[in-house]
C-alpha cells in the first residue's frame, strides 16, 4: 500500500509529536486559503500595474478597468484550478507540478480576458500595455507564489502545524507497516492519533474469520473512539480478503463513524492509473488510449511550429549537405526507407544518404562502430545526427512528430515485435525525430536484445505520460544529449 507523495520531505507523525510543535493549521482550511491567496494577487496585481501606467503618463487613475479585468482573469483562473484540482494540500506540495500548471491555467484565464474584451468591443478604451504588462508579469508572479506556497505548507506538515481530522488506524500488521502518518496528513487530511494491529485467524480448521486477539483489538478500537473525539475510522487490510472485511465492518457498525479502506499494494499500482465513468460505474484505464483530440491538437501546432522554422532557418545548411553528399560518393542525396507509423501504416522516412547502401528490405543491418559502409561525410552527419533533418518533412507532412519513439525498419519492427513484449504499444502515437529514450542515453546501435527492451519501456512511458511540457523538456534535451555523445 502506497501513500507516498512525490519529492517531498515529511517526518513521521511520532517524530513531529515528540518536537513539541502543537498544529496551528486546519487542514480544511488550505484550500480555500489558496484560492483567497491567488484572487488577492491577481487583483492586486491587476489594479498595481494600471496605477503604475497611469502615475507615469500623468492621466487620473481609474480602478473600475483594472479591477473589472483582474476579476474576469482571477475567476478564470481559479475556476480552471479548482476543475483540475490543485488547490488540494497534496497536489499544491508537488512544486513543479503546480507551476507547470499555473503557467498553462494563467495562459487560458489571459485567453479568456482577450476574448471577452474583443467580444465587448472594449478594446478601444483598454490600456493594451497596461493589460499586457498584466499577462506577462502574471507569468512570474503565480508561478512564484505557487512555489513559495508550495514550499511553505511542505515545511508547516514537516513541523506538525498543520492539523487533519482525528484518526484511529485499523487493520493487519504488514499492512500497516506501509503506512506513514504524516503521508496519510498530505493525502487524505488525516492526522492519526492511535492504531490497532489485527493478528489474523489462526488457521485451525473451522475458525472463525475473526480470532480471539481480533476481537480484542477491534473492541479497543471501539473503545478508544468512543472516549476520544475520533472523527474517522481507517482500515489497512487486503482487498482480496473479502469475508474478513465484512467481519471487521459488521463490528464496526456500532459506531457513528465514517469508515474508509486504504487501497492495499496490489490495488495501489492499479489505482494510479487514470480513472474514468463507464456507465453508472467507475472503471480504471489500464491501458491508454491514442491521445485525446485536443491533445493531438496541441501535438500538431506543436510539430508544425518547430518544423518550420527548422526549415526556413536551416534552407542553406541543406544545401551545403546536399553538395557534401554528391562531392563525396555516388549515389542519391536522400536515403528512403519504409517504416511502420502510428497505428502500424507504413510510410516512407527521409534522411541524408550516410552511407554506400539503401537497404530496405527484409533483411537489414544497423550501422556498427567503424562500419565500412559509412561514406566520409555520413560518419559526420550520423555523429551530429544531421543526417535526420530531412525528417522535419515527413513531421510537414502529417507521418512522424518532432518528439515521439524512434521507427525502426520494417524488417526490425518484424523482428522486435516477436521478443519483446508491449513493442506494438509504440504505434500508439506517431513516430518522432527524438524521443525519451534518445535523450536518456539510448542512441545508436541496439547489438543486445536488452538495450532495445531499454529503449521501449522508456517509449512506453513516454506514452503513458505525455504533455507538451514534456516534448519542450525532450526537445531542449536532445539538442544537449547530440553534443555530448556521438552516435555511429
Not at 521478443?419 to 534518445?438: C, D, E, M, N
Request: hydrophobic share 50%.
Amino acid at each position: 500500500m502506497s501513500l507516498s507523495t512525490d519529492n517531498m520531505r515529511v517526518e513521521r507523525a511520532s517524530e513531529v509529536h515528540r518536537s513539541g510543535v502543537l498544529p496551528t493549521l486546519d487542514y480544511a482550511s488550505m484550500p480555500p486559503l489558496f484560492v483567497i491567496s491567488d484572487i488577492a494577487l491577481i487583483l492586486g496585481l491587476s489594479v498595481l500595474v494600471d496605477f503604475l501606467f497611469s502615475a507615469q503618463a500623468g492621466a487620473g487613475f481609474e480602478v473600475t478597468q483594472p479591477l473589472g479585468i483582474g476579476i474576469l482573469a482571477a475567476v478564470a483562473f481559479v475556476l480552471t484550478n479548482i476543475s483540475r484540482g490543485l488547490y488540494k494540500p497534496w497536489r499544491m506540495v508537488r512544486v513543479v507540478e503546480e507551476v507547470r500548471a499555473t503557467m498553462a491555467n494563467w495562459t487560458f484565464a489571459i485567453l479568456v480576458v482577450a476574448t471577452v474584451i474583443f467580444c465587448l468591443k472594449v478594446a478601444g478604451s483598454t490600456s493594451r500595455i497596461s493589460t499586457g504588462s498584466f499577462a506577462v508579469l502574471g507569468f512570474i508572479a503565480l508561478p512564484s507564489a505557487r512555489w513559495a506556497m508550495g514550499a511553505w505548507l511542505r515545511h508547516a506538515i514537516a513541523r506538525g502545524a498543520v492539523k487533519g481530522r482525528a484518526t484511529i488506524l485499523l487493520g493487519d500488521a504488514g499492512e500497516l507497516s506501509k503506512v506513514v502518518p504524516a503521508h496519510m496528513l498530505v493525502r487524505l487530511g488525516l492526522n492519526e492519533v492511535r492504531r490497532f494491529s489485527l493478528a489474523g485467524p489462526d488457521g485451525s480448521a473451522g475458525a472463525e474469520m475473526l480470532s480471539a486477539s481480533d476481537k480484542d483489538s477491534l473492541k479497543a478500537a471501539v473503545q478508544f473512539a468512543r472516549q476520544h473525539r475520533v472523527e474517522e475510522i481507517v482500515l489497512a487490510m487486503q482487498w482480496s480478503d473479502i469475508e474478513r472485511l465484512d467481519a471487521v465492518r459488521a463490528r464496526l457498525r456500532s459506531v457513528p463513524l465514517p469508515v474508509k479502506l486504504l487501497p492495499d499494494e496490489v490495488v495501489s499500482e492499479l489505482l494510479d492509473a487514470p480513472r474514468v465513468d463507464f456507465g453508472s460505474s467507475i472503471a480504471i484505464e489500464v491501458q491508454r488510449a491514442p491521445l485525446s483530440r485536443f491533445e493531438l491538437v496541441q501535438k500538431r501546432l506543436l510539430d508544425i511550429a518547430v518544423a518550420s522554422c527548422a526549415v526556413l532557418l536551416l534552407l542553406p545548411l541543406f544545401a551545403i549537405i546536399a553538395t557534401a553528399i554528391k562531392l563525396d560518393s555516388r549515389g542519391p542525396v536522400i536515403f528512403r526507407q519504409r517504416r511502420n507509423g502510428f497505428g502500424g501504416r507504413e510510410f516512407t522516412i527521409y534522411k541524408f544518404r550516410s552511407m554506400t547502401v539503401m537497404e530496405d528490405g527484409t533483411k537489414v543491418v544497423q550501422a556498427q562502430r567503424n562500419d565500412k559502409r559509412v561514406t566520409r561525410v555520413g560518419r559526420f552527419l550520423r555523429a551530429s545526427s544531421l543526417d535526420e533533418l530531412p525528417q522535419v518533412l515527413n513531421v510537414l507532412f502529417g507521418q512522424m512528430s518532432i518528439v515521439g519513439p524512434r521507427p525502426h525498419a520494417i524488417a526490425h519492427d518484424d523482428e522486435y515485435s516477436q521478443l519483446i513484449s508491449g513493442y506494438a504499444f509504440r504505434h500508439h502515437v506517431k513516430p518522432g525525430i527524438t524521443g525519451w529514450a534518445q535523450v536518456m542515453g539510448f542512441r545508436g546501435e541496439t547489438a543486445e536484445l536488452e538495450q532495445m527492451e531499454r529503449r521501449i519501456e522508456m517509449d512506453l512511458w513516454y506514452i503513458n505520460n505525455w504533455s507538451v511540457w514534456i516534448d519542450i523538456k525532450i526537445i531542449t534535451k536532445t539538442f544537449i544529449e547530440v553534443l555530448r555523445k556521438e552516435a555511429y
